[in-house]
């Protein structure tokens, strides 16, 4: 099996029968938890978005004031902002009349022999339509989790929408000083993986840290999002070495583990597109994807284009970026092969 680009054709696109399975993997979590390809909220018009945030000061134990004092000197807080940028996501399918029509024309199996039976794809635009579609999820869920955030300053090269690794790494300003929740883990590849070198501490160091900082503050919504590597490390530290039982629950339709630590029940989000040598903790109550809703058209939408021959042709389209609120309320654990 392989893509194709260009027109789809009754050549290049054969039909086949029996029951149709996927062979890639499909599944978007993070993406699905936070809103898919069709929640989150408008971008307001703009390719570039924006939200707020605060901090207090630090808790003093000794800003107690005498009777009869005159009134302190007056203080207040500075809001401070941060942004992301709409990526463009557009495909295209085109299918020839006669691939349409022809619905009974099938391949031949190996040797050569012809099988009759039911043809599952009666309608092959629309079927190529919806793996578009699919493949921008995966696409986009990849985005939200290593992007690199690139506003150009001219139509020569696309946007990009940052993603939570970027921005967990980038920081944030609190008093002046700009903190961020990384815990970098040394590992030796001559004599051992990065996977062996996770430890306990590392993982709860790194959620303690996220904590102090204001994140994790919902329950339901702290998660660890992990790769496959690292989710066997995790099982191994949190499940087995505890004779923990483990349980599942719901979140924005994704079904998680979770397991139980020092800062509550945490969830685990097994994702594909976690980098292997990466482990983020996030506040998911605080990530949304943002769309810019284009007008009598809405957001990931396919349309037909214009006629150019003998053939149908569709595009899908739809801009949208991550808000990942608080910096300091995600956390990343990576790791350092001093081998190297």
Do not use: C
């Not at 809103?35 to 570039?48: F, K, M, Q």
């Not at 496959?228 to 629950?249: H, M």
Request: charged letters at 20%; hydrophobic letters at 35%.
């Amino acid at each position: 099996m392989a893509g194709i680009t260009g027109q789809g054709t009754t050549y290049n696109l054969p039909n086949f029968v029996g029951e149709l399975h996927g062979v890639s993997p499909e599944d978007t979590p993070l993406l699905s938890a936070i809103g898919g390809l069709t929640g989150g909220r408008s971008a307001n018009g703009s390719t570039v978005f924006t939200w707020q945030t605060y901090d207090l000061r630090d808790a003093d134990d000794s800003r107690q004031r005498t009777e009869g004092a005159n009134a302190p000197q007056a203080e207040g807080r500075v809001r401070g902002n941060d942004y992301n940028v709409l990526e463009i996501h557009q495909e295209a399918a085109e299918v020839s009349y006669t691939k349409l029509a022809a619905t009974n024309v099938v391949g031949t199996v190996a040797g050569g022999k012809s099988v009759l039976g039911a043809q599952p794809v009666q309608d092959e635009l629309s079927w190529q339509v919806a793996q578009a579609l699919k493949q921008v999820a995966r696409d986009v869920e990849k985005g939200f989790i290593t992007g690199q955030r690139t506003l150009p300053s001219d139509n020569s090269s696309p946007r990009k929408t940052g993603g939570l690794i970027e921005a967990i790494e980038r920081g944030q300003v609190v008093n002046g000083t700009t903190k961020s929740n990384v815990v970098e883990v040394e590992f030796d590849s001559g004599s051992g993986t990065f996977a062996a070198a996770l430890t306990e501490d590392d993982v709860l160091d790194l959620m303690q840290m996220v904590w102090d900082n204001g994140g994790l503050v919902e329950g339901e919504t702290r998660t660890l999002i992990t790769n496959s590597t690292l989710k066997r490390a995790l099982t191994k530290l949190f499940i087995k070495d505890r004779n923990y039982q483990e349980v599942s629950r719901n979140v924005g339709g994704v079904n998680l583990q979770t397991i139980e630590t020092d800062f509550g029940r945490v969830n685990i989000m097994l994702d594909r597109y976690m980098p292997a040598d990466k482990l983020v903790v996030a506040s998911l109550n605080e990530l949304a994807p943002v769309y810019l809703e284009i007008p009598g058209k809405g957001h990931f939408f396919a349309e037909p284009l214009a006629k150019n021959g003998a053939a149908e042709r569709v595009q899908l389209y739809g801009e949208i970026g991550l808000e990942f609120g608080a910096a300091l309320h995600h956390g990343l654990i990576k790791f350092t092969d001093t081998a190297a």
